[in-house]
């Protein structure tokens, strides 16, 4: 690990920042706040910044009226309000950390092919992800009907396509996070949609095989088309998208494809530069957010992050992250020494009327990590028996069988998902035991819990086995 | 603290429990699947055994049908499911410890005073809390009109008044949890409600003054009528209640009145047996659930129990301490060696539109206990800005400047409590520090959490007070 150098009493006065989204506009708040005299720059290659990408599919599904809302800030509320200078629709083309230059292109004369050199003291890579479009026999013909879902102008072309052409069936490819949020949004929509997942399971990041039953049965009550185990192999149509054929021959027929087969970081402009790549192509960092080239930061989708269970990096792009990382990297950049922890692997999603989520290892994750797993499950309800309109909730919790650190969980419910995966996060960060966990004093109420917490019992349930 | 001296190859062939609520049926239970060649005894007063007390709110504003509908399980049911007996509608007179012998009323023959004697081997003492009565002026003048809510009868003796009587008004007397609970549902019946606390303030011993004009609010944003920091000295009317006075001269006439003023423990027959009595009176139990008799074991409302972020005895009656201490004392009383780990005073209420919750000591609490407490809030929503339906949520947090050991929280807000109390209390039986709280990976979705978690974030701003 490289230590952090900035001299506090030489504070830089120009801090960069590749990036506007999370990451970025959280390092450039932080940075100016940190130091105020510096010149904080975000180089932007969108024409907004500071939009939460996580309500996307809400706007398509009609719960939010505008993509604008989507938006924090503007550009213009950050240079009048925070002195932030952030220059839209340009992108960051090359690093030359030996001049301490980036290379941009210049928005201005961006038809003429025309570039400007940007100098920093030191600078914040924050470049985040792409969907990651699979190589498919076909996809090469099609101009017109086949989206990702990632960035506000994904989410705004897709529902320009659903106001103009009115479509009636989709066809959502990938079966994690964006597909079961999206596959939601197209029903409530009024379409016929069909989620098809290469693996055998919705959720396969998330959750357990034997777990993701429940939302499977949730999407097909909801009348989600669902087929697991197949790969699309061919996209169908000549410039319009017509459907998807299998690799078990599978054909089907759809108005448009939206893909959700994750994404990968943009790290192209790192590695070019030197910057060391860790796992998953994303940019290595360390817990300074530092890359390994001195004054060069990284955060967010595009950097490597610890996983605080296992002490190792990983590569998990989420908004949380991405806003933390930002935020250390932000204040590093302006000579602090502040310290990112490192995340769980903390994820929650919401499908119809299920939350789904996860933190720390699965059984098979911690057997890789040297663990020696034991794991069980419950079946719960969400409020006092008789009170109105309980929820069901199922939690898995995985620990070691050796030192009876809770190792994860997994939890599927109608409610109160999140504050569980969020007592379980702390129990990882602070190696809470099984005993931790099914001793720890939850509150109680009838209209909000049973009397008996179901992560203490499940607990409580799993010290059998130990 | 005495060493728990059960031999478990000389388990105990009878194990007496008396009372039949949340700890004596949950310590009847473990008991029985613990050592299933043991009878097990439960001695109620009551009519009825297992029902959820803290569902009479709910019954009397109408969301619950029925009081039956608390009854988790029936004394039929414990008879013929768990081969555990039960005697209704006995009280149990005088302990003898020197001949391990209980005087009990007989039901059969109660009318007639005559009493009967049960042996045991083992001893759980479940007696509960009984609800406080203040000696008021004119009290003993009332006959109709005047109720507590703490027992199942005691809801039915409410209902019956309001079918009865179909009143207009109503006073509530102690603005505690029961007080919060009772004037929502006496209000959605329709009734005109009228709140006195002595205090200055909406659950004194739940939230500090400052956050409790966030309930304060709410209640009168209701239509709640709200008189604080006025004792009621008289009570007027002859047989049938017609109002108070408060100390300081003021008269509210009403239909009738329930007294939310607090329970003490039912702790004489233990303190008849020579059992020590500790703090507020309760039955002195150690971490075994034992008193300091040999094989006599306390639970419950009736028992202290030890608060793990001071390490002193308290007494907080609540229903899932009742439960855990139960099935400590249950498993201990059959032969094992289980431990209670302790409380942090994790309470929750909700009323109308709000859920009020506390962990751990607020800073007087901390104070007192020897701690150096530094403490902010923050006011902060549950969802994404975008995402509809958010609601507001207040957190504040208490911690020790020296160690930056998080000491307590108390949350307000309209979804999303339980669950950060939990990760509070669970913080708090970690020792977890502010940077702990600040860093844990906490999960987020828009429809539940908005991306920067709040409890991270009052952690981090506490941070900037070490």
Redesign the interface.
């Known amino acids: 690990m490289i230590k952090f150098s900035a001299d506090a009493n030489k504070k830089p006065k120009h801090i960069v920042i590749i990036g506007g989204v999370?990451a970025g506009t959280s390092a450039a708040s932080k940075a100016k706040r940190i130091n105020p005299d510096a010149n904080v720059t975000i180089i932007q290659q969108e024409s907004t910044v500071s939009y939460?990408s996580?309500?996307l599919p809400?706007v398509l599904e009609g719960?939010?009226d505008d993509f604008s809302?989507?938006i924090?800030r503007t550009a213009e509320e950050f240079e009048s309000k925070y002195d932030i200078d952030i220059l839209l629709n340009t992108s960051a083309l090359k690093i030359t950390p030996s001049k301490k230059q980036i290379i941009v292109s210049d928005s201005v004369y961006k038809e003429k092919n025309i570039n400007k050199i940007i100098g920093y003291d030191t600078l914040v890579i924050a470049t985040g992800a792409s969907a990651v479009i699979p190589s498919l026999q076909g996809i090469e013909n099609i101009n017109n009907g086949m989206f990702t879902l990632r960035t506000l102008n994904d989410g705004i072309a897709i529902k320009s396509f659903l106001e103009n052409n009115r479509p009636n069936s989709c066809v959502v490819v990938g079966a994690g996070l964006i597909g079961v949020e999206i596959v939601e949004a197209f029903k409530k929509q009024g379409l016929e949609v069909t989620l098809v997942g290469s693996g055998n399971s919705i959720l396969p990041k998330i959750i357990d095989t034997d777990m993701s039953l429940i939302v499977k049965q949730e999407l097909e009550n909801n009348g989600i088309k669902i087929v697991l185990g197949e790969r699309v192999e061919k996209i169908l149509g000549d410039q319009k998208f017509q459907g998807v054929v299998t690799n078990k021959g599978k054909t089907i027929l759809s108005d448009f494809l939206v893909f959700g087969t994750g994404v990968k970081p943009n790290s192209e402009i790192a590695l070019d530069a030197g910057i060391k790549i860790g796992i998953n192509n994303a940019i290595k960092v360390d817990k300074y957010m530092q890359t390994n080239i001195s004054n060069i930061f990284a955060a967010g989708d595009c950097a490597t992050a610890e996983n605080?269970v296992t002490g190792k990096d990983t590569y998990l792009p989420?908004?949380?992250?991405a806003?933390?990382q930002g935020r250390v990297a932000g204040e590093n950049s302006a000579g602090g020494q502040a310290i990112f922890?490192?995340?769980?692997?903390?994820?929650?999603?919401?499908t119809f009327d299920l939350?789904i989520?996860k933190?720390g290892l699965n059984s098979e994750e911690a057997r890789k990590n040297g663990f020696e797993p034991i794991e069980t499950d419950i079946n719960s309800v969400t409020r006092?028996?008789?009170?109105?309109e309980s929820k069901s909730i199922s939690i898995k919790i995985v620990a070691d069988k050796k030192t009876h650190q809770i190792l994860g969980a997994q939890i599927i419910g109608g409610e109160?998902?999140?504050?569980?995966?969020?007592?379980v996060?702390?129990?990882?960060?602070?190696k809470?035991t099984i005993?931790?966990?099914s001793?720890?004093?939850?509150?109680?109420?009838?209209?909000?819990?049973p009397?008996?917490?179901p992560?203490?019992i499940v607990a409580s349930n799993l010290s059998k086995f130990v």
Chains 1, 2 share one sequence.
Do not use: H, Q
């Open positions: 999370a939460g996580c309500g809400y719960l939010i809302e989507l924090a605080y989420l908004g949380t992250t806003n933390k922890r490192g995340i769980a692997g903390s994820a929650i999603t919401k939350f989520g933190t006092a028996g008789y009170y109105p109160g998902v999140k504050g569980r995966i969020d007592v996060a702390l129990a990882l960060l602070k809470a005993n931790d966990l001793s720890y004093d939850a509150c109680y109420v009838p209209p909000i819990s009397v008996w917490e992560l203490n």
